[in-house]
Nanobody, 118 residues
Framework: QVQVVESGGGLVQAGGSLKLSCVAS????????MGWYRQAPGKKREVVAS???????NYADSVKGRSTISRDNAKNTVSLQMNSLKPEETAVYYCNIRWGSLNQIITWGQGTQVTVSS
């Protein structure tokens, strides 16, 4: 069974930095897309950043210039470095992967809480 496990969440003051990490236990297939999403209380889940196996990167406008996503294809890991964090970015952050022979399988992690205090 494929597992996706996040780590690195926690409490940080506004203006601070945090690095989230995720590892996926996928074997026999390569992972096409690895990404980070977040969901704040009472709000819909939204994409934060994503990166393809070829290195194509997309960021949400709200985090551009303040966040950096990276991955290690050999280790099936993805990281998200977040800087200058704002209180409104308090949310549960989820790692998401798209994999399979046709890249049709989507697997989510259990989420990690990020709390930004003002």
């Amino acid at each position: 069974q494929v597992q996706v496990v996040e780590s690195g969440g926690g409490l940080v003051q506004a203006g601070g930095s945090l690095k989230l990490s995720c590892v996926a236990s996928v074997t026999s297939y390569s992972i096409n897309i690895m990404g980070w999403y977040r969901q704040a209380p009472g709000k819909k889940r939204e994409v934060v950043a994503s990166i393809s196996s070829g290195g194509d990167i997309n960021y949400a406008d709200s985090v551009k210039g303040r966040s950096t996503i990276s991955r290690d294809n050999a280790k099936n890991t993805v990281s998200l470095q977040m800087n200058s964090l704002k209180p409104e970015e308090t949310a549960v952050y989820y790692c998401n992967i798209r994999w399979g022979s046709l890249n049709q399988i989507i697997t989510w992690g259990q989420g990690t809480q990020v709390t930004v205090s003002s």
